[in-house]
C-alpha cells in the first residue's frame, strides 16, 4: 500500500529528521562492506520509505520552493545540511540576486479574481511573472483569440487563448519508440489488477499545453493586450494552481488561468464582445538565489588525476516532486557515502541548481552559472547523471476530478548514445525492480524502428560534451501545479528509483568509459535481447 504521513507526523516533521539516522558514518568511517556493492545495491544501505516520507513532509510543510522565497530556503538548508553529514565536502554557494515576483499561492486565490460580463468567474491560478494591475484591477473587453482566424486588434483587451491542442500531436509524443520498457505494476497495491489502457492522454495534453504557452504570452505583449485568460483543457483539479512553463521572464500583461469548464463561458463572453474585470495583484522583491555545489571524494579527491561523475538536478518548482531530484541524488550520496573514499574510484560532484523556475529560467541567468563563472571546473567531469520528478503517482481525469489510475506512474531514462551504456541502464532497472519503465537513447530509431522522441530529463548536455550520462524524470501529469503536495507523492516508487540509480552511479564510478562513449551498433539493443521485461 502506498505509504503516507498522518497530520500528526508531518507536523512534528523535524523531530523525526533529527531522530532518523544522523548517526551514520560519512566517507571516511570504518566500513569493511566488499566495493562490490558499488553497483550490487545494498538494501539496508539505502534510505527507507519512512525516510523518504519525512524528508518530502519537511519539503511540503512551506509549500511551493520557489527559488528565494521561505520554503525553498526551508528546502535547500536541510538538502545542504544533510549533504554535510554524508561526507560531502567543499560545499560552495554561488549565489547572486534577482527580482523575484510573487502573488498569494493556491488555495489562497486572494490576489487574482475574474468578473465576466458581470459574473464572479472561479480561477484556477495567476499566470507567473505576469506583472500586476492593483487592487482595482483592469476592466476592459473580452476579445477571443482564434489561432486559424486571429482578430485584427487586441490592444487595450483582455485576450482569452485556448491552449488545447490537436490529438496527433498528443498521441507522436505519448507513442514515442524505446530501446527497452519493463513490465507495468499495479497501485497503490503491488501484485494487483493492472488498468489495461493506459490512462495518461491527459498529462501528456498538459504539457504539451504549456509548451505553447510563450508563443501566446508574446502575442498578447506585442498586441498591447492589458490582460490575458488562459483556458486550458483541463478539469478543476488537473488546473488548480497551474504554474507557468517554462518560466517566462517578467512582463506586464496581468495573466490568469481557467480551467475547461469555467473557461466555455469566458469565451461565450468573449465572442459576444463583453467586458471583464481581471485582478492580479502582486510584488516584486529582490531576493537571493544559489546554485549549491560540493563533491564527495573520490580516492584521488584533490589530485590532478581526480575524475569526477556530475549529479545535476534543480531545487525550485511549484509541487512536492517537480523539484525532488535534489533528495534523490542525496538518496544516493547517502548510500555511497557507506563505501570508503580509498573505495571510491571517482569523486560524486553534486550540482543543485536554483534557475529552474526563476524568471526567464536558466537561460535568462547563463551569466551567473557556476560553469560560466569557473570554466575550468568542467575539466575534472567525466560522467554526468540527472534525477528529477520522483515517486510521483499516474492520475486520469474523472470529469472535473483527478483520480489515480490504478498504475504505477512511468519512468522515463535518458542515455547517451552507446549500447553498453544502453545496457547499464536496462541491467540497473532489472535488478532493481522498477515498474514502468522506458529506457531510451534518442540518437537512435528504438526497438520498432521509430523516433525515440527528445531528451526531456537533466543531464542532457552529456552528448554535447561527449561524456557518458544517464537522467530519470516522471513526466509530470498532475504535478505542474502548486495543488500537487505529499498526499500525491509514492515513497515506495520514489526508493527503487534512488536504488536504480545507485547502481548506476557506481557503474559509472568503476567503468572504462571508453566502452561508453563510443557506438558500438546502429540499431540500439533488440526487443530478443531484453532480460525480464516486455517490449511492445
Known sequence: MRSSLPAIVVSSCWLLLACSDFSLEPSGGQSTEPVEHLTHVRDDWLLSETEALEWHALKDEKGPALTGNASWLHFIGFVEDR??????????????????????????????????????????????????????????????????????????????????????????????DFEYRSDDESFPERGGPIPVNRPDRQGTSIFLQLMGLQSLIDIAIRGNAVGIVFVLDAGRDLAAGMYTFPVPRIYDVPSLYLDRTAGMSVIEDAKAGARATLRLEATITESTAYQLIGYLPGNKYGTPDDEQIQLVTHTDGPSISQDNGAFGILGVIKYMSRIPQADRPRTLMVFLDCRHFMPGAERAFAAQDWFTRNPDARDAIVAMIGMEHLGQIEYREDGDALVESGRVYASHIWTTDSSNMVKL????????????????????????????????????????????????????????????????????????????????????????????????????????????????
Do not use: C
Request: net charge negative; hydrophobic share 40%; aromatic share 10%.
Open 83 to 176: 549533504l554535510g553529514e554524508y561526507g560531502v565536502v567543499d560545499i560552495q554557494r554561488n549565489q547572486w540576486t534577482f527580482d523575484r515576483w510573487r502573488s498569494s499561492e493556491w488555495p489562497d486565490r486572494s490576489n487574482w479574481a475574474l468578473v465576466s460580463n458581470g459574473r464572479q468567474v472561479e480561477v484556477a491560478s495567476y499566470g507567473a511573472n505576469s506583472g500586476a494591475t492593483g487592487p482595482d484591477g483592469v476592466t476592459a473587453r473580452l476579445v477571443f483569440y482564434d489561432q486559424r482566424n486571429p482578430p485584427d486588434d487586441i490592444a487595450g483587451k483582455i485576450v482569452i487563448f485556448s491552449t488545447a491542442v490537436d490529438e496527433a500531436a498528443i498521441e507522436a509524443f505519448a507513442n514515442s
Open 425 to 536: 541502464a536496462v541491467q540497473a532497472v532489472t535488478d532493481n525492480n522498477l515498474p514502468s519503465a522506458f529506457v531510451r537513447n534518442v540518437a537512435r530509431p528504438g526497438v520498432h524502428g521509430r523516433s525515440q522522441g527528445r531528451w526531456y530529463g537533466m543531464a542532457k548536455s552529456a552528448p554535447a560534451l561527449k561524456i557518458p550520462g544517464v537522467a530519470i524524470m516522471g513526466i509530470m501529469g498532475a504535478y505542474w501545479g502548486t495543488s500537487s503536495g505529499i498526499d500525491r507523492f509514492d515513497a515506495s516508487l520514489f526508493r527503487q528509483q534512488v536504488a536504480t540509480f545507485v547502481q548506476l552511479t557506481g557503474e559509472l564510478m568503476i567503468a572504462d568509459l571508453a566502452e561508453l562513449t563510443s557506438v558500438e551498433d546502429p540499431g540500439g539493443l533488440r526487443a530478443d535481447e531484453e532480460p525480464a521485461g516486455r517490449g511492445l
